[in-house]
């Protein structure tokens, strides 16, 4: 399995540019993320889903756009991006299990993206 | 409102000192998951431990231990005799039930710094 990747790396951006952060995970999980990850501020959820065509926002939504077509596959979309965009991203995977004590399940991460917007 | 305190923004020590990671959670629900996550300087996100509300044990793993106390709304992590590949920069997370049940909310995350 190769778990969750991302793609690309690395990238900069120019105001206005728009562009999209693919994620993809080989383990059949029904439950994705994306985070943002800024200096002192730890990681902050943007948008999730808990199975294809089911997605909704988490606590900085503004400028990213989602959609998840597949169970595999969870692109995250940047617009018009802008300087504050200018962060890691990190998408992550789960088995959504139910909200029973024993089966929440761990997150996986991907590497993450490194984005710059100028 | 979820909301996770790691008040410690970086920590020094020197190898085989004993360290501990404070996290302070706030939420209303009753049933919730803490968690720990470490970040080397590569930059990946490695899970250390899950606890859920309704399991105040302490648990040790090797050098690592943890003391959860809902009395003070506290999950604390402590590691033994540290070691220089210790160092990285450590989050406590936070989950819950019902309409919170899909979002995970991280604590600003403290830099371990362990000096040869």
């Known amino acids: 399995n190769a778990g969750v990747t991302q793609t690309p790396k690395f990238q900069v951006l120019k105001t206005g540019q728009s562009m999209t952060l693919q994620c993809a995970q080989d383990m059949n999980h029904e439950y994705m993320s994306w985070y943002r990850q800024d200096p002192g501020m730890g990681l902050r959820l943007i948008h999730y889903s808990v199975g294809a065509g089911i997605t909704d926002q988490g606590e900085v939504p503004n400028g990213y756009n989602v959609s998840r077509s597949t169970t595999e596959d969870f692109p995250l979309r940047l617009l018009s991006a802008a300087p504050s965009q200018t962060s890691v991203y990190f998408c992550?995977?789960?088995?959504?299990?139910?909200?029973?004590?024993?089966?929440?399940?761990?997150?996986?991460f991907g590497p993450g993206t490194r984005l710059t917007v100028l | 409102a979820q909301k996770v305190t790691q008040a410690q923004t970086e920590i020094s020590v020197v190898e085989k000192e004993d360290v501990t990671l404070d996290c302070v959670y706030e939420t209303r629900d009753t049933t919730y998951y803490l968690f720990w996550y470490k970040q080397p300087p590569s930059g990946e996100l490695v899970f250390l431990i899950r606890r859920n509300s309704f399991d105040e044990q302490n648990e040790i793993s090797g050098r690592y231990s943890w003391n959860f106390q809902k009395s003070t709304s506290s999950f604390n992590f402590t590691i033994t005799a540290s070691q220089v590949v210790d160092s990285a920069v450590y989050f406590c997370a936070l989950s819950s039930s019902g309409s919170n049940f899909n979002k995970f909310y991280f604590g600003s995350g403290t830099k371990l710094n362990v000096k040869p």
């Open positions: 992550a995977s789960r088995l959504s299990g139910t909200s029973g004590l024993s089966s929440y399940n761990e997150q996986f």
